[in-house]
């Protein structure tokens, strides 16, 4: 039997949030259950999203995230957050969700108005989103004492020649980059410590800080983009900067499709309310959370339309640089010149 985890055993323990590639490699990638030929697209670092194939030329998207309930957020931002980040992870796909499971594992002591305002929010969210739960399970459980209340799946149908995935990944396609670095992280702060962030930006800007939590997910950046087309009509991969932040994200990137990746970190696009969070908690603004951040690639021929369409939907985007061939690194130009 597993001993508890206890302050002593949790020291020494692995990094908190995503497993290691290496990690993934040893502990996962081997132990997939039985193969289906359906599966078309499987488990991958740097993949959001599965792909099942289900007959008549269509397919079946399908992702699963953990589902939080942050008590400095509050009950209804928290499930609204929730929702967002799991939408965001299967919008990236190219196909869109329509069906949701959610299991919930609730601390017995969590009062239960708190608990009806977190799924009433979410009931909300899910329709706004055009999302139907269709199965899930609901329960309190000792020990349930985290931020993490569960997980939820998300499930998308659609045409088999409109998936996106790294595989798609092409030389000369130019990467874009949404609204910015470090979106989550400031959001979040901004929430968390108010006070603290006081001490650089005035009223205006910890307001616009705040209001970025409204802008963590890239539902809305993945439904312009795919207005272009996909593939070799226009967009070859779409992809979310999450824990690892915007170079994490292109890191991954470059690993799940096998090329080389050409950036101009100078035009990776930083919000002044994400630099003045950052320089107060000294982090990296580059390779923090970053959630409503979406990494696209694009035909070169589509890259002003993408950016056009972008722009049309109210979004801040850059051309950050390209895609340069084979080999699945990440080579980064600093303002110096200095790769």
Known sequence: MAKPLTPARRS?????????????????????????????????????DGIIRIGAGRVMAVTTDPLSLVPALGPEASARLACRLLASDAWTSGIPP???TCSFHFPPDLPEPTLAAYLAAMHDEWKRLG????????????????????????IGVGDEGRYLSPAFVLPGDRILVTKGCAIEATAIAAHLFPERLRAALDDDGLARARALLERVS????????????VRD???????????????GGLVE????????????????????????????????????????????????ERAREALTALAD???????????????????????????
């Open 131 to 154: 999302v139907a739960v269709a199965a899930g399970h609901t329960g309190r459980y000792e020990g349930c004492d985290l931020t993490i209340v569960g997980a939820g799946t998300l």
């Open 218 to 229: 890239v539902v809305e950046d993945c439904r312009a983009l795919l207005h272009v087309g």
């Open 253 to 300: 990137l470059a690993r799940a499709s096998g090329k080389d990746l050409r950036v101009e970190k100078a035009k990776i696009p930083l919000p002044p309310e994400a630099r003045a969070a950052c320089a107060i908690f000294e982090i990296d603004p580059y390779w923090t959370l970053s959630e409503g951040t979406l990494i696209a690639t694009v035909r070169p």
């Open 12 to 48: 020494a323990a692995a990094p908190l949030g995503k497993i290691t590639p290496e990690t993934f490699e040893r502990l996962v990638a081997g132990r997939l259950g039985a193969e289906r030929p359906e599966v078309i697209v499987g488990p991958r670092i740097g993949y959001d």
């Open 233 to 247: 009509r226009g967009v070859t991969c779409l992809h979310d900067a999450t824990e690892g932040g915007v170079l």
């Open 98 to 100: 329509a069906f949701a």
């Open 313 to 339: 939907a109210g979004i801040v985007a850059a051309e950050i640089g390209e895609v340069i061939g084979p080999g699945g690194k990440l080579w980064l130009t600093d303002a110096e010149g200095n790769v």
